[in-house]
């Protein structure tokens, strides 16, 4: 026998004022424990990022992750839709978040807040990069639970019926996803970052890591059905995939040159100076 998806997405509602769906409080869970751990990573002696720090990056990251995730669904996947439905845009609740529209709100938002905090933009990525993969999880765990980008028909035990995808079993490709992308993407990044590798080592494997993991994940799952396959094999998603396996390589090559480089830090003086000064090794 099949597991038949039954889960309600709606956690709780106070009709007829508010309904509080499963998949917007996996963005909060997500948010606070990526919080956490930045928090953590601040602590470590190696890093260049204070937990003030954090508490000041936080507010960029949610609204890079919800307005980058947002847009590049409607503009990677469904800008017919939304542009003859305007007021679905706002109904995220329902679902349609893209992971590389959200990679690139927070890569925008990091880079501003680089640029205002004289932060070595690289290194911030670096710092952030291993609290990507809980978003990911929770993000993954909420599509399962919404029934929605589901995976290709199966007949492997742990097959789920889905109630959107016909009376047929399906692979859980949302729990493949969270799986990869979460869990091991997590565990791969947390060593690695406690190790201090040099600059731009730990950006370098997440994009890698992620572009391995959602390509390998999309062999399972059913195309978008505005897109289907390109060149009958190929989705959309893998395409996105692509221009992250190629920063990803320049990433490591770049780290190489890093590794041996003077490196230094800017100091800002009261009079609204600054300067530019050997780092020392801690």
């Known amino acids: 026998m099949y597991y038949r998806h039954d ?25 606070v424990l990526g919080w956490l751990l930045a928090r953590y990573f601040a602590g470590l002696p190696h890093s260049r990022f204070t937990k003030q720090n954090v508490e000041d990056l936080v507010t960029s990251v949610i609204l890079g992750v919800i307005l980058g995730g947002r847009i590049g669904y409607i503009l990677f996947y469904d800008l017919p839709f939304y542009l003859a439905n305007p007021l679905e845009i706002f109904k995220i609740w329902q679902g349609g978040m893209s992971f590389h529209g959200g990679f690139l709100g927070v890569l925008a938002a990091l880079l501003l807040w680089a640029k205002k905090n004289h932060k070595d ?17 929770f993000g993954r765990i909420g599509n399962f639970i919404n029934a929605e980008l589901w995976g290709k028909e199966s007949s492997v035990p742990w097959a789920v019926i889905f109630p959107t995808g016909g009376n047929v079993p399906r692979h859980p490709s949302q729990l493949y996803e969270a799986g990869l992308e979460g ?24 994009c890698i890591g992620y572009a391995l993991a959602r390509s390998f994940a999309e062999f399972y799952r059913i195309p978008d059905p505005q897109y289907g396959y390109f060149l009958g094999f190929v989705t959309m998603g893998q395409i996105l995939c692509l221009p992250m396996f190629l920063i990803g390589f320049i990433l490591l090559y770049l780290s190489r040159k890093w590794k041996n480089s003077p490196k230094y830090d800017t100091v800002r003086f009261k009079d609204g100076t600054q300067a530019r000064v050997k780092r020392y090794k801690k």
């Open 121 to 137: 933009f690289i290194e911030l990525t670096d710092f952030i990069a291993p609290c990507v993969p809980i978003g990911l999880f």
């Open 7 to 31: 889960l309600n997405p709606v956690l709780f509602s106070v009709e007829p004022f508010v309904s509080v769906h499963w998949y917007g409080m996996m963005y909060v869970f997500a948010f």
């Open 183 to 206: 869990l091991v993407l997590f565990l791969l990044l947390f060593f690695l970052a406690k190790k201090n590798p040099p600059k731009g080592t730990v950006s370098a494997v997440f």
